[in-house]
């Protein structure tokens, strides 16, 4: 199996995340033909030198990747077409850098070597989901066909943190998620799930899915928290001058549960929250130097 992680931009939380689901899937690293991170920040990742291929990109192959229709997010469709052009008789197991495994590893390689895709979970049929996003893309697309695919309300939406894809006919389905995904772009479908929506149609179509979730714990939701107990891990292993082997060892100790992977919180409390830090700002802020730094308003 080929893992893939696409990591960009400097904030170090997506960084320190990805070196985090790294170590989880090493444990089963015989079972892995190769671990390739695509990003712009290959410094992050020397701690797992030897055990990783770095991909640095740079803007002109970023910008190639996006396409015609400037899309970001088409980059992780040719991310996997990089892999599979690459290993083309071995499964990828693409992932967001806010995951982890916890469950069954040779589960996940059976299924894809039994010839299913994977993706995190099913977020619903597109034609009944609720939110503006979703209920304009369906408006936009119902009763239209994409890279030859009509769509119907029983396409289903997959949530896009993990993707797995069998060898065989592997390519072909990517190759059919970046045409659906041009597609899109081109009738200018609101853009924000373009990619998600282009690999759950094309998956179903070329393999048929199922869930990830069981055996890959996703985040996404629930970042702040996730980034604090990481966060920790990685200054003990800092601090420590753990090798690899001794990090892989110290999640055995690691506590999976101690924080909840979903945590759904009302908009109304965002704003409640960010009104109070706009009634009651901080009071007697100083400065080593006596006078605030350029730019921070005070």
Not at 31 to 37: A, K, M, N
Not at 120 to 130: D, K, M, T, V
Not at 221 to 234: R, T, V
């Amino acid at each position: 199996m080929n893992l893939l992680y696409l990591v960009f931009g400097s904030n170090i939380k997506n960084h320190f995340q990805a070196n985090f689901s790294i170590l989880s899937f090493l444990e089963h690293r015989a079972g892995l033909t190769s671990i390739t991170i695509v990003t712009d920040a290959p410094a992050f990742y020397r701690h797992l030198a030897g055990y990783v291929t770095v991909l640095p990109v740079d803007e002109k192959t970023l910008q190639e990747w996006k396409g015609e229709w400037n899309f970001f997010w088409r980059i992780k469709i040719k991310a996997l077409e990089h892999v599979a052009r690459r290993f083309p008789e071995t499964p990828i197991l693409y992932l967001d850098s806010d995951t982890f495994l916890h469950g069954s590893f040779p589960a996940l390689h059976e299924t894809l070597r039994g010839g299913t895709a994977l993706m995190h979970e099913p977020e619903g049929r597109l034609s009944a989901l609720g939110s503006k996003t979703e209920k304009l893309m369906w408006s936009q697309t119902q009763g239209r066909s994409y890279g030859g695919v009509p769509l119907t309300e029983h396409h289903v939406m997959w949530n896009a943190g993990v993707v797995g894809i069998p060898a065989r006919r592997g390519l072909a389905a990517i190759q059919l998620a970046l045409r659906i995904c041009d597609e899109l772009s081109q009738q200018q479908v609101t853009p924000r799930l373009i990619e998600q929506f282009a690999l759950s149609v094309a998956l179903a179509e070329t393999f048929g899915l199922q869930a990830a979730r069981p055996q890959i714990g996703h985040y996404w939701s629930n970042k702040d928290e996730w980034n604090d107990h990481l966060a920790a891990f990685s200054l003990e292993s800092h601090l420590t001058q753990r090798t690899v082997e001794q990090e892989v060892a110290a999640l055995a100790r690691f506590d999976f549960n101690a924080i909840p992977i979903k945590k759904k919180i009302k908009n109304t409390r965002h704003r409640l929250e960010k009104l109070v830090r706009q009634l009651f700002p901080p009071k007697e802020v100083v400065y080593i130097s006596g006078t605030a730094p350029t730019g921070t308003g005070n």
